[in-house]
């Protein structure tokens, strides 16, 4: 398992109630489930629209399952952003 951090923007940043917290997962899919236990409620709605960045990168399509977590990664969790 990877350690490392998740980083919540805007109205996710709101529904967890933290602006990050630490990650202990093998994979984005692994991190995702243990945030969705800890936060149930709204936290669970809003990242069904988010997208994610790990370690800088788009994770775009790929399935959440095959995105593997380094050692002090980083997850961003980015809801849609109005404006332009």
């Known amino acids: 398992m990877a350690k490392g951090t998740v980083r919540y923007w805007a109205a996710a940043k709101a529904a967890a109630g933290v602006a990050e917290e630490p990650y202990d997962a093998a994979t984005l899919a692994d991190a995702l489930e243990a945030a969705r236990r800890r936060h149930p409620g709204e936290l ?12 800088g990168d788009p994770v775009g ?12 990664g980083t997850v961003e969790v980015l809801p849609p952003f109005a404006g332009g």
């Open 44 to 55: 669970v709605r809003v990242l069904r629209r988010c997208s994610f960045l790990v370690d």
């Open 61 to 72: 399509t790929r399935a959440h399952e095959t995105v593997r977590l380094a050692d002090g």
